[in-house]
Antibody
Framework: EVQLLESGGGLVQPGGSLRLSCTASGFIFSKYAMSWVRQAPGKGLEWVSAISGSGGSPYHADSVKGRFTISRDNSKNTLYLEMNSLRAEDTAVYYC?????????????????WGQGTLVTVSS | DIVMTQSPDSLAVSLGERATINCKSSQSVLYSSNNKNYLAWYQQKPGQPPKLLIYWASTRQSGVPDRFSGSGSGTDFTLTITNLQAEDVAFYYCQQYYHTPLNFGGGTKVEIK
């Protein structure tokens, strides 16, 4: 059974940093691209970042480029999102999600499994 | 960036009736080399993560009831829920994966009339 478990969320002051983790199980982690998607309270879905199965090809939305860094450790079946210079508008539930495509390690972008999410609150 | 626009924002449908949600992309998401539309639909119930319903614009994900169907090509797409059930009350989002950023539509809330 595929499982994705996010952790690392919490309350942080503006300008602060957090590192989110997503621990995966139930599939061959290194075969799949992974994404982070966030949802501000009462709002819709916003794609944040993605990374290829090998970790060699990261992608970031313009809204987080230069502040957030996606990475992965395939030996630990874990996806990360390093978030720096946090702003109030980064407040959201952050989900990690797995690519549906297993024929290539590169990002396709249709996301078939999602974690339950971790809440990040940026406030003074 | 490809902008995804959904309509309506919300709709109320009687049990057993049909719900139709529209999604329009600002540019084509049809990849000519494989003739596939890079368009997905998700369902999100309160307090839950999104669930993939449809990919390639019309391919139903495993385990999704056949009352859910997707159609369209290029820039105009539709998610249809026939024989609406109480458990279908949710938000529905379209998403393009033609290229990054992988933008979502604003969402459509489906309720029971």
């Amino acid at each position: 059974e595929v499982q994705l478990l996010e952790s690392g969320g919490g309350l942080v002051q503006p300008g602060g940093s957090l590192r989110l983790s997503c621990t995966a199980s139930g599939f061959i982690f290194s075969k799949y691209a992974m994404s982070w998607v966030r949802q501000a309270p009462g709002k819709g879905l916003e794609w944040v970042s993605a990374i290829s199965g090998s970790g060699g090809s990261p992608y970031h939305a313009d809204s987080v480029k230069g502040r957030f860094t996606i990475s992965r450790d395939n030996s630990k079946n874990t996806l990360y999102l390093e978030m720096n210079s946090l702003r109030a508008e980064d407040t959201a539930v952050y989900y990690c999600a797995k690519d549906l495509d297993d024929t290539s390690e590169y990002l396709r972008g249709d996301l078939d499994y999602w974690g339950q999410g971790t809440l990040v609150t940026v406030s003074s | 960036d490809i902008v995804m626009t959904q309509s309506p924002d919300s709709l109320a449908v009687s049990l057993g009736e049909r719900a139709t949600i529209n999604c329009k992309s600002s540019q084509s998401v049809l990849y000519s080399s494989n003739n596939k539309n890079y368009l997905a639909w998700y369902q999100q119930k309160p307090g839950q993560p999104p669930k993939l319903l449809i990919y390639w614009a019309s391919t139903r994900q495993s385990g999704v009831p056949d009352r859910f169907s997707g159609s369209g090509s290029g820039t105009d797409f539709t998610l249809t829920i026939t024989n609406l059930q109480a458990e279908d009350v949710a938000f529905y989002y379209c998403q393009q994966y033609y290229h990054t950023p992988l933008n979502f539509g604003g969402g459509t809330k489906v309720e029971i009339k």
